[in-house]
């Protein structure tokens, strides 16, 4: 039996919700990032009151197009 491939793998996106943990965010992500599945992204939603969080992730979806940063001033998952 082959190994399957990218095209045949069903697709992962992991979701990270998050407010005011810049303290440890930035490596809870690169340890989700540090998996080696190929048919995954990761999603963080920041609900914090300041930017600290945004400070940190911005840099990394920037350097690694399988994360995505998206910032929302409302708290809560239903947001």
Do not use: W
Request: proline share 8%; aromatic share 4%; with cysteine.
């Amino acid at each position: 039996m082959s190994s399957p491939t990218t095209s045949n793998q069903v697709a992962v996106s992991a979701v990270m919700c998050t407010r005011n943990r810049h303290a440890s965010i930035g490596q809870a992500v690169k340890t989700v990032l540090a998996n080696d599945y190929p048919a995954f992204d990761m999603i963080v939603v920041d609900q914090s009151t300041d930017d600290s969080t945004g400070e940190i992730l911005r840099p990394m979806a920037e350097a690694d197009p399988r994360l995505t940063y998206l910032h929302t001033p409302e708290p809560g998952l239903s947001r």
